[in-house]
């Protein structure tokens, strides 16, 4: 008798296991960067499946941040300064992987006749009203000493300044790719860029802290299949590029140069970079903190070892 029971104790078990719902999809909100398209492209390979990872794209990381703050997305493409900056509202997250590190992508830009930076006294720059826009101006100040009143900064998503360019409406900006390439192509020229300024501008994935706690498993998947997406990158390169040049709404050609400016940290650098006892990311991020401390753009300073889990890296291979 007892031997029935466990059995039928074992069979409802069974039963009810097989009746779970299954998980639902990670959510994950991105904004238009040529560093975040290889998610697109995994998710249009096949590699990540709409019923395990559901990529949203929004029109600028303002969005994201929001989105992720509210709880509407579980994970989110963000730069390192905005990571820092939810870090210093109270928000719970942990960095998943580093995607890029901007080395030439991300620039001040201007019209022929402003030859330094200094010359932007006085000018009208265009810039998007977001973490990421503020430090590169904060790092403007830094090297010239011009203050920001000094300038009239006027607030615009970057997807307008091109047209704001041309219209005369804005003698400079601070910029990105793939918009970097079309203002330049237009009659700019590059003050600055973030080659200038190297290992500051880090783009992450970020997850909340609860869906980490819970779903470790379905996270390693999202990084094994974001490194398998960088090598079908790096051995079919044109027609990768090409795809992901078309869904940003530009050419291959104009793909590659954006590209060019970021450096992409493939498995082995992202464990150096999260992983051991020292996870190398500490020491910019640290650097970063106290830059935007110094600056105004957080309140105080922030514990940056706590957003990363060197456990996670066994993940990222």
């Not at 804005?170 to 793939?178: H, K, L, Q, S």
């Not at 006892?277 to 706590?306: E, F, H, K, S, W």
Request: proline share 6%; charged share 25%.
């Amino acid at each position: 008798m007892q031997s029935l029971i466990k059995f039928a104790l074992l069979a409802v078990a069974i039963l009810l296991a097989g009746c779970q719902p299954p998980a639902e999809p990670l959510r994950i909100v991105s904004s238009p960067w040529a560093g975040y398209e290889p998610l697109y492209l995994a998710r249009d390979l096949g590699f990540l499946r709409e019923d395990s990872v559901r990529i949203t794209e929004l029109p600028s990381s303002n969005l994201n941040m929001e989105a992720f703050s509210n709880g509407s997305a579980d994970l989110s493409t963000l730069t390192l300064d905005e990571t820092l900056t939810l870090l210093a509202k109270g928000q719970k997250l942990r960095i998943l992987l580093v995607m890029d590190i901007s080395n030439g992508a991300d620039a001040v830009v201007a019209k022929p006749g402003i030859k330094t930076l200094a010359d932007l006294k006085g000018k009208r720059v265009g810039m998007e009203n977001i973490p990421l826009g503020a430090y590169i101006l904060s790092r403007v100040l830094d090297k010239t000493g011009l203050k920001a009143t000094d300038m009239t900064i006027i607030p615009m998503p970057e997807d307008k300044h091109e047209k704001a360019y041309l219209q005369g409406k804005i003698d400079a900006a601070i910029t990105m790719e793939p918009y970097k390439t079309r203002i330049t192509k237009a009659g700019a020229h590059v003050l600055l860029d973030s080659s200038q300024i190297p290992d500051e501008i880090f783009d992450l994935i970020v997850v909340r802290e609860d869906v980490y706690q819970t779903r470790r498993d379905d996270l390693c998947h999202l990084a094994k299949q974001w490194f398998r997406t960088q090598d079908y990158i790096q051995t079919n390169e044109k027609e990768a590029y090409a795809r992901m040049g078309k869904r940003l709404g530009t050419n291959e050609e104009d793909f590659r140069t954006a590209r060019a400016g970021i450096k992409v940290p493939l498995r082995q650098e992202n464990q150096q970079l999260l992983g051991g006892n020292t996870p190398a990311l500490l020491a910019p991020a640290r650097r970063l903190a106290d830059i935007m401390q110094r600056g105004n753009m957080i309140p105080g300073p922030v514990d940056v070892a706590a957003i990363i889990d060197p456990g996670f890296a066994g993940c990222l291979q």
